[in-house]
Structures are given as structure tokens and as C-alpha cells.
């Protein structure tokens, strides 16, 4: 049988979908790379944004006309709005999130403990989802209570996957060929609070550093109230990655009590500045909330000019939508539609210009690069596309192809959206 998974959203919803990959391969399956050429479509909904939504559903409709596959939909819009999901073309079977785990032995009418025996070699997807980083699901769930967010109420409480499990999972990506893990999670920085005994995700990222060699461990976005100065000691290993995804939401003393973040633009701002104490050039990337209920224009002019002041590497803005559900759908406050999208250009328009900036800084920089994308370019021989550690795109062009390897790179220049560089020493 012919399988092909897609998915919108986060990188959690990536994770799984690489675990159901491996799990349709054991049972010898092929994993294809369109659905007009599968006999099953599974789709990983997501319904972070109204637009997440609307892209799920898009995403369903595409995969039916593409062919006669049966698609199963699983994932967070599905779960909050079952029967919608139920009634799109093509859909014959919905998966709620509870459920997700044992997605693949349903589909295959096969015992879940089949799938139980021993971490799967982690291969590539094929196509658009195609990675040399692998995605391990290493939490899931959250016990915060942010008033705009969806997820918690998908998602349920939080539970944190064993430390040897993940230890297992890691080798067994790099057996597939992966150089770089990312661990990712719905609130990661409260793995290990929900054991017995707890632990921190400080013992979890020692414990992979020191017992696996993967060249390169990525940390997902993070709550910045998860973190203390001791979680920075962890970069004395330069294997993890110079890369922070710490998401602010809004700059604003007040806009943040609105929401039930447990941070301060005050915390937020010390806690940015260890990070950098540890690199100055540590990448800072964040999450922003434009038009959330009630933010007057003084608080958005305050959460802009805090916004510019902490120079992040890169982010998302996300235009307020009200989600069925949560505490904000319900404040008063509401902000127009069109003030909005305006504040959301204002935010996208800094963010915009700090990431130049941060990207200037690198030139003149060596660097190491993870080559994730290659196309050939005729005469020159190869263009290839890769990251840095600090998860800067870096574009370069060798006379052979170098997908999944690692080269030293002289930045040289910029491009609109990458740095431009030149392979150096050994690797040119």
C-alpha cells in the first residue's frame, strides 16, 4: 500500500508525522510523495489560527482531488471539530488526539504492540516534507492556561515522554541518517514536571548530549518562564544549537496580564540577555499577537517599541483570531479587524528589520552549515540551501551535490530571504 502524510502547524505535528512514517514502513508500506498517488492520505490538522483551520480543511480538499485515496484526518482542528472533518470529501476515518497514538495500527487493523518492539530508524520523508532534521515528540499536552490559545483544550494536560525512550529515538534518527534533532513539544519546557519524580528538560538535554553523538540537537519554542540561569550552562556543548525560540506574544505589561502569560517584559528582557551573555550571537526568535482584546493603541505602541528594543533574530506575527473555547473569545475589548492587520504590518515591519540586522552581523563569519535542499544549476554545478545552528538560511553553490552534510561557509553576502556564502577550506 501507498502512503502518503501531510501536515500543517507546528513542529509537533511534523514529529508525528515522521513516527507514523516509520510505523507504516515496518508494517511495509511505502511512503509516497503526493497524494495523487496513494491509496492512503493521512492529514495532521491544525487550528492554532482560524487561517490553520481553514488551510486543514484546504489541505483535505486537495488530497481528494488529487485522487480515489482513503484519507484519515487526525490532529487538533479534527479533534475540536470532529464531524465537520468527518463530512469533507474523501474522509473516511477521523482520529482524535487522544486517539493519535494508535493511528497507524487502526488504519492497519494491526495490534498497537507491534509498533512497540524497538525505536524505528527515522528516514526522510519524501517530498515537500523532506528533512534532514528529525522531529522527536518528546511532550505533549499543557497545564497552562493562556486565554487565546487553542491547543491546551486539543491537546489535553501535559505528559512527558521517558528520558531512555528519547534517548532511543534519537540514536535510532541517526541511524535513519538524520544530523540534527529537534525536540519539540507543546509545552517542552515542562518535560519531566509531570513524573513521579520530576526532572527538568535541563537533565533531559544532558542526557542526550552525553549519551548519544548526534551532531546537532535544536531545541522548539520554549516558555520563557521555564527557563533559569543554570538551563544556560547547557551551551558549554557546542552540539546544541545557538538557537532560541523564546515566544514574547506581546510587549506590553497589561496585554500579557490579559492573556495569563507568566512573564513580564521586565523577566522576558533579562532572561533574552542571559541567553546572549552565554553568545552574542545567540538567535532570539519569538511569536507575536497583533489586535489581542483590548490592547489600546498606547499598549501596542509600548509592546512595539519593546519589540524593537530586543533586536530578535527572526519571528511570527499572528493576527488576533478568536477561537470558539477560549477565555478571549469572550473579553470585551475587541480590536477591528483592519486595526489588526495594521498593527500585524507594523510588528512583521520591525521583526523584519532586526533580522537583517542580526543577519548582517554574521558577514565576514565562518560557519557551519547543514545542507537541507540542493538543485542543480547547470554550468556551476550545484546550489544548496541549508541552516546554520542558529537557524540561519545560508545559500551556496558546489560543484557536487552535499544534501544532509555539513560544510564549513564563509558568509559573504545577502540575498531577500538568506545569507550568501562560499564553501571555505577543506569543504570549497
Not at 15 to 26: D, P, V, Y
Not at 224 to 247: A, I, K, Q, S, V
Request: proline content about 4%.
Amino acid at each position: 500500500m501507498k502512503v502518503y502524510l501531510d501536515s500543517i502547524g507546528c513542529r509537533l505535528n511534523q514529529s508525528e508525522i515522521e513516527k507514523f512514517a516509520g510505523q507504516f514502513r515496518q508494517a511495509g508500506h511505502v511512503i509516497v510523495d503526493s497524494a495523487g498517488e496513494a491509496d492512503v492520505v493521512v492529514v495532521n490538522t491544525c487550528t492554532v489560527t482560524s487561517q490553520a483551520a481553514s488551510d486543514s480543511r484546504q489541505k483535505i480538499r486537495q488530497a481528494a482531488r488529487a485522487g480515489d485515496a482513503e484519507i484519515v484526518v487526525t490532529g487538533c482542528w479534527s479533534t475540536l471539530e470532529p464531524q465537520a472533518a468527518s463530512m469533507l470529501p474523501g474522509v473516511k476515518r477521523v482520529v482524535a488526539n487522544p486517539q493519535k497514538n494508535g493511528l497507524v495500527s487502526t488504519v492497519l487493523n494491526l495490534p498497537e504492540a507491534v509498533f512497540d518492539l524497538e525505536p524505528l530508524a527515522r528516514e526522510p520523508l519524501p517530498g515537500l516534507h523532506m528533512r534532514t532534521r528529525a522531529f522527536l515528540k518528546v511532550q505533549d499536552g499543557c497545564d497552562n492556561h493562556c486565554t487565546f490559545c487553542i491547543t491546551r483544550i486539543a491537546r489535553g494536560e501535559g505528559r512527558s515522554t521517558p528520558i531512555q525512550q528519547i534517548i532511543a529515538e534519537v540514536i535510532a534518527a541517526q541511524q535513519g541518517g538524520a544530523n540534527e534533532v529537534v525536540l519539540s513539544g507543546v509545552h517542552l519546557g515542562s518535560w519531566g514536571s509531570d513524573f513521579e519524580r520530576p526532572l527538568h528538560l535541563f537533565h533531559l538535554i544532558g542526557a542526550i548530549l552525553k549519551e548519544t553523538d548526534i551532531p546537532r540537537l535544536r531545541l522548539s519554542s520554549l516558555e520563557p518562564w521555564d527557563l533559569d540561569e543554570t538551563f544556560f550552562d547547557l551551551w558549554e556543548n557546542p552540539r546544541l544549537c545557538r538557537h532560541l525560540h523564546l515566544p514574547l506574544q506581546s510587549g506590553s505589561a497589561a496585554t500579557l496580564r490579559r492573556m495569563a502569560r507568566k512573564t513580564t517584559p521586565e523577566s522576558f528582557a533579562s532572561l533574552v540577555q542571559q541567553a546572549r551573555n552565554v553568545s552574542d550571537d545567540m538567535a532570539i526568535t519569538t511569536d507575536l499577537i497583533a489586535g489581542f482584546p483590548g490592547e489600546t493603541e498606547a499598549e501596542f505602541s509600548e509592546s512595539l517599541q519593546f519589540v524593537e528594543q530586543m533586536e530578535f533574530a527572526g519571528g511570527h506575527v499572528f493576527t488576533y483570531s478568536e477561537r470558539p473555547g477560549t477565555a478571549a473569545a469572550r473579553m470585551a475589548g475587541s480590536v477591528a479587524h483592519e486595526v489588526r492587520k495594521q498593527r500585524s504590518a507594523m510588528l512583521r515591519d520591525v521583526l523584519a528589520q532586526s533580522t537583517r540586522q542580526f543577519q548582517k552581523r554574521q558577514l565576514g563569519r565562518e560557519v557551519t552549515v547543514l545542507w537541507e535542499a540542493t538543485d542543480s544549476v547547470g554550468p556551476q554545478g550545484w546550489r544548496l540551501h541549508g541552516l546554520t545552528d542558529h537557524y540561519l538560511k545560508v545559500t551556496a553553490f558546489a560543484p557536487r551535490r552535499q544534501w544532509n552534510q555539513f560544510s564549513r561557509v564563509q558568509l559573504i553576502d545577502l540575498s531577500d530571504d538568506s545569507l550568501l556564502g562560499i564553501l571555505a577550506g577543506d569543504d570549497a
